[in-house]
């Protein structure tokens, strides 16, 4: 087979290829594994540090936000591992402002007495399955488009929904420390800008 006839079908298997086997293009990385910078605590910074490659959040509430750019469709994924009765949460459109911040939230609780359980978009589509044991890591990914959300765990989908009333329209992400006791690791976080 000539280069030219090998090259053209070589193409042509790449444009039937799923797009994830393509390229991962459009993806950035906004933690670099070492330290905080670009991220910003509003309260409690020092319940945030940077251990063998991950973000850990302990101690009492507090929420750091990644400040470098904001979120109006995009997509927003991570490895998290949580311990046993621990409670986090990944929040996207968010508003950078103490206490709970106003925005999206995608649930990040195993084992917490709290029955919305990881994957749920709080307060709007609850997922009461434990879907991931504690103490291991797992992925769970946004995709918010328009008034459409959608929440992977594993690559699963366990929320699609849409927001008949587009509470959150633009803000940034945001990762939570909820409690005295909970343990929380993030890393690999990564985020897409939609058109």
């Not at 302990?58 to 991570?78: D, P, Q, T, V, W």
Request: aromatic share 10%; with cysteine; glycine share 8%.
């Amino acid at each position: 087979m000539n280069r030219t006839l090998f090259s053209l079908l070589l193409g042509l298997v790449m444009l039937g290829a799923p797009a994830s086997a393509q390229s991962d293009a459009g993806w950035k990385k906004i933690f670099d594994g070492k330290t905080l910078n670009g991220w910003k605590a509003i309260e409690n910074p020092g319940n945030w540090t940077v251990e063998d490659g991950a973000i850990v959040g302990r101690n009492g509430r507090s929420h750091l936000f990644y400040m470098e750019e904001e979120c109006e469709n995009c997509e927003f994924k991570a490895e998290v591992k949580l311990n046993h009765g621990g409670n986090s949460g990944m929040f996207f459109r968010a508003k950078f402002e103490t206490a709970w911040p106003t925005g999206y939230e995608a649930q990040v609780n195993n084992t917490h007495k709290d029955p919305q359980r990881t994957g749920t978009l709080y307060n709007l589509a609850k997922v009461t399955d434990q879907l991931v044991p504690d103490d291991t890591w797992w992925t769970q990914h946004i995709l918010v488009n328009g008034n459409r959300i959608i929440v992977k765990v594993n690559d699963k989908t366990v929320v699609d929904f849409v927001d008949e009333k587009n509470l959150h329209q633009k803000g940034y992400l945001a990762i939570q420390q909820h409690h005295l006791g909970s343990e929380v690791r993030y890393r690999n976080i990564e985020m897409k800008k939609l058109k």
